[in-house]
């Protein structure tokens, strides 16, 4: 499953690196040598513009770059660590605001039974899938659902893609 930040926090430091080398770029000619006033102006205010929209571009990407490694690590984590469940019955949810290329954002909402039999309801956050579907008919999806041992509240689900599912049609 693929967070919907990944791709945006790569964009982001890319984006903030230009803006801020244009910046780097228009304090560098600051160096006062024989301008006017008015170009002094024009090249003070470009860079403003640009070198903070590099520090914003940059700020943005650098957030969602500890964003993903702080999911990665706690994915890792249970992945090691917790109790593993399969789910049985999934919904997804998808979320038509945000949308990345040809891909859904949705969320998934999974029932699974305990080690004590009991049924749990677990959400999970956002990732993207294919908008399109796969040739064959509609696709299947599985879920796992890794729980902490000591804490049933810290878990992670895994959305796994089984195929396409086949209909029967009965054309009489």
Same mark, same amino acid.
């Given at each position: 499953?693929?967070?919907?930040?990944?791709?945006?926090?790569?964009?982001?430091?890319?984006?903030?690196?230009?803006?801020?080398?244009?910046?780097?770029?228009?304090?560098?000619?600051?160096?006062?040598?024989?301008?006017?006033?008015?170009?002094?102006?024009?090249?003070? %205010?470009?860079?403003?513009?640009?070198?903070?929209?590099?520090?914003?571009?940059?700020?943005?990407?650098?957030?969602?770059?500890?964003?993903?490694?702080?999911?990665?690590?706690?994915?890792?984590?249970?992945?090691?660590?917790?109790?593993?469940?399969?789910?049985?019955?999934?919904?997804?949810?998808?979320?038509?605001?945000?949308?990345?290329?040809?891909?859904?954002?949705?969320?998934?909402?999974?029932?699974?039974?305990?080690? %004590?039999?009991?049924?749990?309801?677990?959400?999970?956050? %956002?990732?993207?899938?294919?908008?399109?579907?796969?040739?064959?008919?509609?696709?299947?999806?599985?879920?796992?659902?890794?729980?902490?041992?000591?804490?049933?509240?810290?878990?992670?689900?895994?959305?796994?893609?089984?195929?396409?599912? %086949?209909?029967?049609?009965?054309?009489?």
């Amino acid at each position: 499953m693929k967070s919907p930040f990944q791709p945006f926090a790569k964009l982001a430091i890319i984006l903030g690196g230009i803006f801020t080398g244009a910046g780097i770029i228009f304090a560098v000619s600051l160096i006062p040598h024989d301008k006017s006033e008015d170009a002094y102006e024009t090249i003070f %205010s470009l860079f403003l513009v640009f070198g903070v929209m590099g520090v914003l571009w940059l700020g943005l990407g650098i957030g969602f770059m500890l964003h993903n490694r702080k999911a990665n690590a706690k994915r890792d984590r249970l992945k090691a660590e917790g109790a593993r469940f399969h789910a049985e019955e999934i919904r997804l949810i998808p979320n038509y605001h945000i949308r990345y290329g040809a891909h859904l954002t949705v969320r998934a909402e999974c029932t699974y039974r305990d080690a %004590s039999g009991q049924m749990c309801l677990v959400r999970s956050g %956002s990732f993207l899938l294919p908008a399109y579907p796969q040739p064959g008919g509609k696709t299947a999806y599985t879920a796992e659902v890794y729980v902490n041992r000591n804490d049933p509240k810290d878990y992670y689900i895994e959305v796994h893609e089984t195929g396409s599912m %086949s209909y029967d049609r009965d054309y009489r």
